[in-house]
């Protein structure tokens, strides 16, 4: 029997469903998990929670970045919880989305009632991205939120900064919001990573696994002594580069690099996912995963998208060929925040008030006693700043060890003399505080040409 | 008279019926059916090939593979509106490779179909009118009842208040247990929410794979008085079972699928009247007697006997028969002079029944393969 296809004849295509009213279904569905539902409470709930529980504590969590201002101003717990979820909240909230938004489909068995639904898989998939990307921003914007509600408990005072100058309350508040708004790109990118999980690996528990695992990998490699490049084309690094619009100039390039290879993810991922799940068949029942082309089809171009990333990185700033952490950088940074921090000293002892330019801070560091390179991470580095004192010939010495991470963030603790730069109490607006020279924080430029 | 009333419904004839060929290596194939309907699977009616404007549905050729494997090859179905078709078919026969491209979950490799009147392309998209399901119901098990519906609903552009889910809830019998979750739902009532889905789209062709699966009598009432009213309102409905039984209570026509291929298709009646002879069990007041009256009867065979167990082949079901039961094999005519002469010979008839039904053989025969090639 020869039989010929039907091609060409105009077909009363039955009408699709329009992607808002998928959209809405997706929505619907998504909202009536418990699961899901407790996580978004938990986003809007457990910030507020912490950061008010840690502002009230005497030791504050000063290794992690703006945790030592936390009794300064309520700015710095939103920071804080920034810096944490982007290491292990967000790997985590957006496997539980978006990691499961298709593989959900193929557990539940209700591919073809979708299908025969909606008509149309490229408005199933748009529905389904839109929705897992509505209730992961949903689940971002608790955070950032709820992060803020240490501002109600502790108040709403000046941050400071990364090089120790002081932001005004409203800056603080712009700032921090935008900070928020950068680390969205590469919660997108490990969303799209999840979406790329769950139609590649079905109900394979590993779909779901695969955007936390990836995640964590990712966050890890960021305090590897990788090279910058390596380190600065994976999405992760959007969530250490807002760190940069708490400096002043602010260190723009890292941020917007970070931005553009997390988009650069995401619509890479999202594509690859899109482009498997239109040569899905949804008849074949054991056709829940395409595992076998998983490696070739959605690992391998990510990995030449990365590698492409890495190149366009080494070529532009040779730098991130390295560590990019340079003695050069180091001397200009500390010498920058203990003139900001000397300042804020000063006024906080109610010492005359001294300017940054008449203080015409240096530093000199050298790493491991002089007997290791000067450049890279670790905690060999030690620096001594020296200052002019107005209206005094003489000038002051103050020692700082410094421990430097992978990331350019270090942690300057001042090594004498005690009356610059030991422990003890300071009066400030927020109560007693620990002198600001006896320990701070400093972030160098990795994607900065010069050194 | 009940007893004469029962065969003669078992064996009414009713008029046209289409029996296909299969497509490749007829004899071959063919072998092991029952003579009338290998005979007339041989006359191949092609006065169905002109264009039918009530048919829901005209496939011609459908072929589809999935690798090696061949899920249909050159099937031809013809469904009109207003009728329900039973496809039926062992496991892996193709019925839910065929229902799934009519619900326009797949494309087919080579053929071509019509669905309500329009081509269909080779796109992933069911045209308006058609709803159903494969492989179960789509339902989402953190919902309700109704929310599943309401979803669904506003997914087809329909307000959830005047989509008319009381009443479709209400036509598969799910009322009492509409605000709870679908979480805890039997296969049964999963089933009938399934059904309700399907209606609140007004379907015009309705395709359903096995949707009596897991129902209990009742719920089993409820879907043959819903797909009854459909049918009656002008919908088809296509429905697929690998019982011929639920085929039967449900169906005026039926398609049965072996390895892809349609062995046959037609008006479930006429698979039945051309089955063949078909055993039946007797039970009456003196079995000697009654078997002495058998054999002396023109066309009636002793097809098992006390402890004897049936054969797959409709001669026996496999269940072994008690001493006062006498199974024969005899056609209608020859059955019915049976029951006369026993009558007469003064010998109570207390049961006359087949060990099988007439459809149940027609399909074993049909879809097993003949004992030399087992």
């Known amino acids: 029997m020869t039989v010929t296809a039907t091609t060409a004849a105009p077909a009363r295509a039955g009408r699709r469903i329009p992607v808002l009213r998928g959209y809405r279904f997706e929505l619907v569905k998504l909202l009536s998990q418990w699961r899901l539902r407790l996580l978004i409470l938990a986003a ?60 959900a489909e193929d557990r539940l068995g209700t591919w073809r009632h979708l299908l025969v639904a909606i008509r149309s898989p490229r408005r199933i998939f748009a529905a389904k991205a839109l929705a897992s990307l509505t209730v992961i921003v949903l689940m971002v914007a608790g955070l950032a939120c709820s992060s803020m509600a240490a501002v109600l408990v502790v108040g709403n005072r000046p941050l400071i900064g990364l090089d120790g100058h002081t932001l005004a309350p409203a800056d603080a508040a712009g700032k921090v919001l935008l900070a928020w708004l950068c680390a969205l790109a590469p919660t997108m990118a490990l969303a799209a990573i999840g979406l790329l999980g769950s139609v590649t690996l079905g109900r394979s528990p590993m779909g779901l696994l695969l955007p936390a695992l990836a995640g964590l990998a990712m966050a ?19 969530f250490i580069a807002w760190r940069g619009l708490f400096t002043s100039p602010m260190q723009l390039s890292p941020l917007l690099v970070a931005v553009a290879v997390s988009l650069v993810w995401a619509f890479a991922a999202t594509a690859l996912a899109y482009w498997l799940f239109l040569r899905r068949d949804f008849t074949n029942v054991s056709d829940d995963g395409l595992v076998r082309r998983t490696l070739t089809v959605g690992v391998l171009p990510l990995a030449v998208v990365y590698a492409l990333t890495i190149g366009v990185l080494a070529l532009s700033v040779p730098a991130t060929t390295g560590s ?9 940074s500390v010498s920058t925040v203990f003139a900001h921090l000397y300042r804020l000293q000063a006024q906080e002892l109610h010492r005359p008030s001294v300017t940054e330019a008449q203080l015409r801070t240096s530093t000199f560091c050298d790493n491991g006693g002089g007997l290791v390179a000067p450049s890279g991470a670790g905690n060999g580095w030690r620096c001594t700043v020296t200052w002019h004192i107005p209206g005094v010939d003489a000038t002051g010495q103050a020692i700082y060890q410094l421990a430097v991470t992978p990331d350019g963030r270090y942690i300057a603790d001042g090594d004498g003399p005690v009356q610059v730069n030991g422990y003890f109490l300071v009066r400030t607006p927020a109560g007693g505080a620990a002198n600001p020279l006896w320990q701070f924080d400093g972030t160098v430029d990795l994607l900065a040409t010069k050194g | 008279m009940f007893i004469c009333i029962s065969v003669e419904r078992e064996f009414r004839v009713l008029g046209s019926w289409i029996v296909r060929p299969l497509p490749s290596s007829p004899g071959a194939d063919l072998r092991h059916l029952p003579d009338a309907v290998r005979k007339s699977t041989r006359k191949t009616t092609e006065k169905q090939e002109s264009i039918d404007p009530d048919l829901a549905v005209r496939a011609r050729g459908l072929t589809k593979t999935f690798g090696d494997v061949i899920a249909l090859d050159g099937v031809d179905l013809d469904v009109a509106a207003g009728r329900i078709h039973g496809i039926v078919g062992p496991n892996g026969a193709g019925k839910t490779t ?40 789509g339902l989402y098990p953190s919902l309700t009842a109704r929310r599943n519906l309401a979803a669904f609903a506003a997914l087809r552009g329909r307000d959830a208040r005047m989509a008319g889910i009381d009443e479709v809830l209400a036509e598969v019998g799910l009322t009492d247990v509409a605000d709870d979750r679908v ?21 015009r062709l309705l395709v359903l794979d096995e949707p009596v699966n897991g129902l209990d009598p009742a719920g089993k009432n409820h879907v043959h008085r819903v797909l009854t009213r459909l049918a009656a309102d002008g919908t088809a409905v296509v429905l697929s079972s690998h019982r011929m039984d639920d085929v039967d209570a449900l169906s005026s026509e039926v398609t049965i699928l072996s390895k892809g291929r349609v062995a046959f298709s037609g008006p479930v009646d006429k698979l039945r009247a051309e089955s063949g002879d078909v055993a039946y069990r007797l039970v009456t007041s003196d079995p000697a007697a009654a ?16 402890d004897q167990p049936g054969r797959p082949d409709g001669t026996g079901d496999g269940r072994r028969v008690s001493g006062d039961t006498l199974v024969v094999r005899a056609t209608v005519t020859a059955l019915d002079a049976l029951v006369v002469r026993l009558v007469q010979a003064g010998i109570a008839l207390r049961e006359l029944a087949p060990v099988i039904s007439p459809l149940e053989a027609a399909f074993l025969a049909l879809t097993e393969p003949p004992e030399d090639e087992r």
Do not use: C, N
Not at chain 2, 185 to 199: D, T, V
């Open chain 1, 44 to 103: 809007w709930v457990v910030p507020a929670v912490l950061v008010s529980e840690l502002s009230r504590q005497s030791s504050l969590p000063a290794d992690t970045v703006f945790g030592r201002w936390m009794h300064a101003t309520g700015w710095a717990g939103s920071l804080l919880v920034l810096g944490f979820v982007g290491t292990y909240a967000l790997p985590l909230l957006t496997s539980v989305v978006a990691g499961d938004v298709f593989a």
């Open chain 2, 291 to 306: 078997r002495e009256v058998a054999l002396a009867t023109a066309g009636v065979q002793l097809a098992g006997g006390p």
């Open chain 1, 220 to 238: 890890g490699a960021q305090i590897l002594p990788l090279p910058v490049a390596v380190r600065a084309g994976l999405p992760s690094y959007g």
């Open chain 2, 98 to 137: 065929l229902l799934g491209i009519l619900l326009g979950l797949a494309t087919t490799d080579s053929g071509s179909l019509e669905i309500l009147g329009d081509p269909v392309r080779r796109a992933l998209a069911a045209p308006d009118g058609v709803a159903g399901f494969v492989d179960g119901p």
């Open chain 1, 324 to 332: 990019s952490i340079e003695q050069g950088k180091l001397q200009r």
């Open chain 2, 183 to 203: 979480r805890g739902f039997s296969l049964g009532m999963r089933q009938r929410l399934g059904l309700a889905a399907a209606l609140l789209t007004s379907p």
